[in-house]
């Protein structure tokens, strides 16, 4: 009985580490040594698709940065926030952008949080973009000459999320939500129990008795 009690709170743990799974974070990190010193602008933004998009949410996180940001910022639609504070966007208006003028040091990093749901007949996307110049239309470290996009993160229509890299000197790396590894640490935990408790009931070279229908489990001594 004990064992089947377990066996179930190993399958629920790992259900819910999967279905818990509604928040995407990305650490990123931009090598701009090479700029040091340009007077530049940086932008951020999160908008949904031309069709029905499923309400979603992205944080900027831990913006750190030995070069200066230029306030004030020029927020747009649904932004709240302010740089090296948390960002906050949503995209229930069709234009949701944050721009703020920077003068670049030799590297940038943030966090980027991403909260969705899956539905709707049209994806969200987040971009961020650096330029070389104050006023954002020069695109620096990019291969996208147009928009000066460095990375883009697609949410898709069953809430899982797409990176597209732009920028050789930008890294974007997934980050496990500490409430999954949690999750998945005490399932492991546990299933290492279940081992030990089989391996404990069915010791080598025991007789097992034969049990016929009604058979009850033979009681133990304290």
Known sequence: MRYQS?????????????????????????????????????????????????????????FTSNGTLSPPPFPTGDVTGALPGTLSFDNLSAWNDYFEAFTYGTMLSFEVSISSMSGGTSGSAFAFSMFSDPAGTIPALT????????????????????????????????????????????????????LWFRTRRHVPGQILPVCRLNCAEPSRPL
Not at 32 to 45: A, H, K, N, R, V
């Open 143 to 194: 291969a996208d000459t147009t928009n000066g996009y460095s990375f883009t993160v697609g949410v898709n229509l069953d809430g899982s999320t797409t990176v597209t890299p732009l920028s050789s000197q930008t890294t974007v790396a997934a980050v496990p939500e500490p409430d999954n590894l949690a999750l998945v640490g005490t399932a492991v935990g546990l299933m290492v129990a279940l």
């Open 6 to 62: 377990l066996l179930f709170v190993v399958s629920l743990l790992s259900i819910a580490s999967l279905s818990s799974a509604d928040v995407i974070t990305y650490d990123v990190t931009v090598n701009t040594s090479s700029i040091s010193g340009t007077m530049g602008s940086l932008d951020f933004q999160f908008n949904p698709g031309p069709l029905l998009s499923e309400p979603a949410t992205v944080q900027i996180l831990d």
